[in-house]
């Protein structure tokens, strides 16, 4: 398949080859998440491969949903050069998330585009917080998880960048570091 949507657009299980380089926006351990240079659909990759935030791969494995996303599995990873990772997707909270774009892949609401695995941009305050993540509104009536390793009381205004996830079809937020949450 040349696209992710293309290749996304199959039963679990199947065995997919993403053959157009696509470019890795977040890497979190054994995950990382690739996009379309277009910005039009991310995916999350679950593989040991050694990957770096802006490198181009080709990418094959079997089609699943991991806590509500929709991700390759076993996948294999060939490198076809690196870059940089592309601006990110500027969204409401309660725009996270997105239609449906096909029956195999699962939604957690929103509206408009299916944004699950793009880097994105959000904005709100802090309503609540834990050991490696906070929460944020912003007025849409939506709240988002963020994991960050900052700790930041609440009320306390914020702007962050990452990969738009999910956890328990809840919104989540994956920064990468720090950097990728600034205080106002």
């Not at 050694?50 to 929709?70: I, M």
């Not at 509206?111 to 994105?120: D, E, S």
């Not at 900052?150 to 570091?177: C, H, W, Y």
């Amino acid at each position: 398949f040349a696209r992710i949507a293309e290749a996304t657009d199959n039963p679990d299980g199947t065995v997919v080859i993403i053959d157009q380089p696509k470019i890795v926006t977040g890497v979190f351990g054994s995950v990382f998440y690739i996009q379309e240079p277009d910005r039009t659909r991310g995916l999350r990759i679950e593989s040991n491969a050694s990957v770096a935030l802006g490198d181009l791969v080709r990418v094959a494995g079997r089609l699943a949903v991991s806590d509500g996303e929709r991700c390759l599995r076993d996948a294999e990873v060939v490198k076809q050069g690196s870059g940089a990772a592309p601006k990110p997707v500027a969204l409401r909270i309660s725009d996270i998330g997105g239609s449906a774009p096909d029956s195999y892949t699962p939604s957690i609401g929103g509206t408009g585009a299916y944004n699950i695995g793009l880097l994105v941009r959000t904005m709100g305050r802090v309503t609540a917080r834990g050991s490696g993540w906070f929460e944020i509104t912003d007025g849409s009536g939506a709240v988002a998880k963020v994991l960050s390793s900052l700790v930041l009381e609440p009320g306390t205004f914020v702007a962050v960048t990452g990969v738009a996830s999910t956890e328990a079809s809840q919104r989540l937020v994956r920064t990468i570091n720090p950097s990728d949450v600034t205080v106002y």
